[in-house]
């Protein structure tokens, strides 16, 4: 690593990043492609950048599980795509007690000292709505695939094109010894939504 590469990191302060810094990363180093500064439109579920995270977009892309055929095991080690059917449109119907997966709008790369965490958004939570998403990794970058679960017993409606979750962006004192990209992780560059596999 070079010297200058150093220096950014010794001057950079670790910690939860604000909407400023945010912003410049999301400019610079295309770290939120498209980037929102402001979503709070009317009638809408608010998304794009807050004070300390930024709240991403739903996209149009579904992959509902289908709870009906028990025959069917859910492995992750060998998926069967029967398992859920897909759907495309701007609102989606999770079923009671069901699970969908989804993905960003956006297209996120992670820098070398970030790491980024998911949070769902009250308007959802309140509504029984539950998002996952593991930790996105320094180094990784992508869609971000989402697990959407209902824990009500009744349905869900989710809007596309709006907002779904919030990331809150932390930095590392220092470049981590192996990076996600260093790694060749298995969901590196991955594109829309994608299913659970193995390293090859």
């Given at each position: 690593?070079?010297?200058?590469?150093?220096?950014?990191?010794?001057?950079?302060?670790?910690?939860?990043?604000?909407?400023?810094?945010?912003?410049?990363?999301?400019?610079?180093?295309?770290?939120i492609?498209?980037?929102?500064?402001?979503?709070?439109?009317?009638?809408?579920?608010?998304?794009?950048?807050?004070?300390?995270?930024?709240?991403?977009?739903?996209?149009?892309?579904?992959?509902?599980?289908?709870?009906?055929?028990?025959t069917?095991?859910?492995?992750?080690?060998?998926f069967?795509?029967?398992?859920?059917?897909?759907?495309?449109?701007?609102?989606?119907i999770?079923?009671?007690?069901?699970?969908?997966?989804?993905?960003?709008?956006?297209?996120?790369?992670?820098?070398?000292?970030?790491?980024?965490?998911?949070?769902?958004?009250?308007?959802?939570?309140?509504?029984?709505?539950?998002?996952?998403?593991?930790?996105?990794?320094?180094?990784?970058?992508?869609?971000v695939?989402?697990?959407?679960?209902?824990?009500?017993?009744?349905?869900?409606?989710?809007?596309?094109?709006?907002?779904?979750?919030?990331?809150?962006?932390?930095?590392?004192?220092?470049?981590?010894?192996?990076?996600?990209?260093?790694?060749?992780?298995?969901?590196?560059?991955?594109?829309?939504?994608?299913?659970?596999?193995?390293?090859?």
């Amino acid at each position: 690593m070079s010297g200058v590469v150093v220096d950014v990191y010794r001057n950079s302060k670790p910690g939860l990043l604000q909407d400023s810094e945010i912003a410049r990363l999301a400019v610079e180093q295309q770290m939120i492609t498209p980037f929102h500064s402001d979503g709070s439109v009317s009638h809408v579920i608010s998304y794009g950048l807050s004070s300390c995270g930024y709240d991403a977009i739903l996209a149009n892309e579904f992959r509902i599980f289908n709870g009906r055929d028990t025959t069917i095991t859910i492995d992750p080690k060998d998926f069967n795509t029967a398992a859920y059917v897909e759907h495309i449109g701007d609102t989606c119907i999770i079923p009671p007690h069901g699970f969908a997966l989804a993905r960003t709008f956006e297209y996120y790369k992670i820098p070398e000292d970030i790491l980024a965490i998911c949070m769902g958004k009250s308007t959802y939570a309140r509504c029984g709505l539950i998002v996952n998403v593991t930790p996105l990794e320094p180094g990784w970058e992508g869609h971000v695939t989402l697990e959407l679960s209902n824990t009500t017993p009744l349905p869900i409606k989710v809007y596309a094109h709006e907002g779904i979750c919030q990331f809150l962006f932390f930095r590392t004192a220092d470049r981590c010894m192996s990076t996600y990209r260093d790694k060749a992780g298995k969901y590196q560059k991955q594109v829309g939504i994608t299913n659970p596999r193995m390293k090859s």
